[in-house]
């Protein structure tokens, strides 16, 4: 989802007429950033004993403010270019992910540094470089 939304937002900012289509803006999650993860995994598995760790922010953020994230990045307004297709809402979808990172934090000394503004500064940035090249 993340991708499709940078993806769409760049291409638009671009010239592209096209659109994107989404289902339910209102979803939360906790959107964090992947290396950072296998950070954690790397320090789990350095540990003398399995355990069980939440990986995660500790933070929510709707679908919504991920898209005006994005499409602000490219001085866009998402308004302007995403349609919310029925079609696409999925009734068994989480209504709100978040994680408690505290115990990843105490055990293992790991801590998300990147939040979801980060991540789609970071991602919106690599896909226009991407498309420079």
Same mark, same amino acid.
């Given at each position: #989802?993340? *991708?499709?939304?940078?993806?769409?937002?760049?291409?638009?900012?671009?010239?592209?007429?096209? *659109?994107?289509?989404?289902? +339910?803006?209102?979803?939360?999650? &906790?959107?964090? =950033?992947?290396? !950072?993860?296998?950070?954690?995994?790397?320090? #789990? @598995?350095?540990q003398s004993?399995?355990?069980?760790?939440?990986?995660?922010?500790? !933070?929510s953020? $709707? @679908? !919504? &403010?991920?898209?005006? /994230? /994005?499409?602000?990045?490219? &001085?866009?307004? =998402?308004?302007?270019?995403v349609?919310? &297709?029925? $079609?696409? @809402?999925?009734?068994?979808?989480?209504?709100?992910?978040?994680? +408690?990172?505290?115990?990843?934090?105490?055990?293992?000394? =790991?801590? /998300?540094?990147?939040?979801?503004?980060?991540?789609?500064? #970071? #991602?919106?940035? /690599?896909? @226009?470089?991407k498309?420079? *090249?």
């Amino acid at each position: #989802m993340t *991708q499709k939304i940078v993806a769409a937002a760049c291409r638009i900012a671009q010239g592209s007429t096209g *659109q994107l289509y989404l289902g +339910n803006m209102q979803i939360q999650r &906790d959107w964090g =950033w992947a290396p !950072e993860y296998v950070e954690a995994m790397y320090l #789990m @598995l350095q540990q003398s004993q399995p355990n069980d760790y939440v990986i995660a922010t500790g !933070e929510s953020s $709707s @679908l !919504e &403010d991920f898209l005006a /994230a /994005a499409f602000a990045l490219v &001085d866009l307004d =998402w308004r302007h270019h995403v349609v919310i &297709d029925d $079609s696409l @809402l999925q009734p068994t979808d989480l209504a709100v992910g978040r994680g +408690n990172p505290a115990k990843a934090k105490n055990k293992l000394g =790991w801590q /998300a540094q990147y939040k979801m503004q980060d991540v789609v500064q #970071m #991602m919106v940035k /690599a896909r @226009l470089a991407k498309s420079v *090249q």
